[in-house]
T-cell receptor, first 115, second 113 residues
């Protein structure tokens, strides 16, 4: 049973380009969460999705950032017109039912560097 | 504002020694508290999860405690090994009906031979 998969593991973009980060949850998991980790900082919640629905996007910047979790395929975190401040590690987690004590399993992360 | 504070920020111990990491939180309403281990360049891996009614939980050489009255938790590592070198993150979940988490910044542990 493969764990949470994220790709690419490393992504380099120039300012103004678009970044697309992919996350495939664990088999049987329909809840996906995206987090951002800045250097020397803790992980910060960005968005919580179920299949085809955004449940909570309160941690995601209103502009340039979007997320989706289509019926088929991986969840995508999209960052348009990237800026240097977007450089961070982006982690995806998945869980089985999204309830309070449900364990979230994390992927290895995508490290985005904006030049 | 929900916050999780961890101490110490970093810690160096000799292989074979024990250590205790601390976590204080102000998350309301409290649902559960988790400790994660994050190796450098990897995603966090769950060690323990405790709900309001649980005071202690063990996972091998890791033992977590929870005092919901004082809103404190600790993670005790026994007989440390070199592979224990990692960041240990305290994570608290608010009772919002689903699992959105507040993360501490972590304690960076280095186990030295």
């Amino acid at each position: 049973n493969a764990g949470v998969m994220q790709n690419p593991r490393h992504l380099v973009r120039r300012r103004g380009q678009e970044a697309r980060l992919r996350c495939s949850p664990m088999k049987g998991h329909s809840h996906v969460y995206w987090y951002r980790q800045l250097p020397e900082e803790g992980l910060k919640f960005m968005v919580y999705l179920q299949k085809e629905n955004i449940i909570d996007e309160s941690g995601m910047p209103k502009e340039r950032f979007s997320a989706e979790f289509p019926k088929e395929g991986p969840s995508i975190l999209r960052i348009q017109q990237v800026v240097r401040g977007d450089s961070a590690a982006y982690f995806c987690a998945s869980s089985q039912d999204g309830a309070g004590a449900d364990t979230q399993y994390f992927g290895p992360g995508t490290r985005l560097t904006v030049l | 504002k929900n916050q999780v504070e961890q101490s110490p920020q970093s810690l160096i111990i000799l292989e074979g020694k024990n250590c205790t990491l601390q976590c204080n939180y102000t998350v309301s309403p409290f649902s559960n508290l988790r400790w994660y281990k994050q190796d450098t360049g990897r995603g966090p891996v769950s060690l323990t999860i405790m709900t309001f009614s649980e005071n202690t939980k063990s996972n091998g050489r890791y033992t977590a405690t929870l005092d919901a009255d004082t809103k404190q938790s600790s993670l005790h590592i026994t007989a440390s090994q070199l592979s224990d070198s990692a960041s240990y993150i305290c994570v608290v979940s608010a009772n919002s009906g689903y699992s959105t988490l507040t993360f501490g910044k972590g304690t960076m542990l280095l186990v030295s031979p």
